[in-house]
């Protein structure tokens, strides 16, 4: 069913479980996603983009999401990912998104105060759960390599601009640069835990949010959901599982034209990585309990 995130993520953070935020842009994503958490009775976070929903159209993609929700056993929460605008961010509420991110984060800290802020009257008006950054998250999809010297470390969180921002704008949860990088990364990133700690000890009620965690370990990662982060954005694994899997479908005999035969397998693949992602994070078998 289409849920609010409020208790899920109450739960997740009193409990030491991550739940999955996962990206679609089209149908197989979606059911991909969702009968994953529907076999793992786990709660689960369908979450799109702006250029998702410039492709698809935010009707089309709200109304695949919302059906598929409908006929889930499990909690699924409808999410914008890194919304740039106030704009975008009020088009999804209005189109029953039941969470949005609104991401200031390149802009001056105080802009990105008083621009986080206007969304969350409007969300939290609604009902709605307002997720911000804080502490650029680098990269973008495809990135390989970081140029001019630069590394995760950077762009680190810094913890007590983090109080001050959370306390200024309201928001629900926050996502925090701890050493992670958006897209596919040949580096090794991990987890600054030390700077994850201080930034929960010092706003312990508030889930966080980890991006760009493709490149991590699933040691690190599994550690790192035992903490107050409490979602973990999937967006590249699903691309590269399901782009392998119509590739295979391509590169063995194949006899037919038929797109159901082409993107079946790549629904599957994304089933699998995602029902994978679930137990990493922990969040397998709580849907029950709200
Ligand atoms: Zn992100």
């Known amino acids: 069913m289409l849920s609010k995130p409020h208790a899920i993520f109450a739960d997740a953070l009193a409990s030491d479980f991550a739940i999955g935020a996962f990206n679609t842009s089209n149908m197989e994503l979606t059911q991909g996603i969702i009968r994953a958490a529907d076999r793992q009775k786990s709660p689960v976070i369908v979450q799109t983009s702006e250029g998702a929903i410039e492709y698809a159209g935010l009707q089309v993609l709200s109304s695949i999401i919302k059906t598929l929700a409908g006929q889930a056993s499990v909690p699924v929460i409808m999410h914008l990912d890194h919304g740039k605008s106030l704009d975008t ?18 802009l001056p800290f105080e802009q990105n105060i008083k621009n986080t802020k206007e969304v969350v009257e409007y969300a939290h008006a609604r009902g709605v759960w307002v997720e911000a950054e804080l502490g650029a998250i680098i990269g973008n999809e495809g990135v390989k390599d970081l140029h001019g010297g630069q590394t995760p470390d950077s762009f680190l969180t810094d913890p007590e601009q983090a109080k001050q921002f959370v306390e200024s704008t309201g928001v629900d949860a926050l996502a925090v640069s701890v050493g992670t990088i958006h897209g596919a990364f040949s580096g090794q990133e991990y987890i600054r835990f030390e700077l994850l700690h ?10 966080l949010v980890l991006h760009g965690a493709s490149g991590l370990s699933s040691d690190n990662l599994t550690q790192a959901c035992k903490t107050h982060v409490c979602k973990v954005n999937v967006d590249t694994e699903l691309r590269i599982g399901f782009e392998r899997a119509v590739k295979a479908y391509f590169d063995n005999a194949h006899d037919s034209y038929d797109p159901r035969k082409i993107l079946g397998p790549g629904r599957d693949a994304v089933e699998a990585i995602v029902a994978e992602k679930i137990t990493l994070f922990g969040s397998a078998g709580t849907a029950g309990i709200y």
């Open 198 to 207: 201080e930034i929960q000890s010092i706003l312990p009620q508030v889930p």
């Open 89 to 106: 961010a009020k088009r999804c509420i209005e189109a029953g998104y039941t969470s949005v991110m609104i991401d200031q984060s390149t």
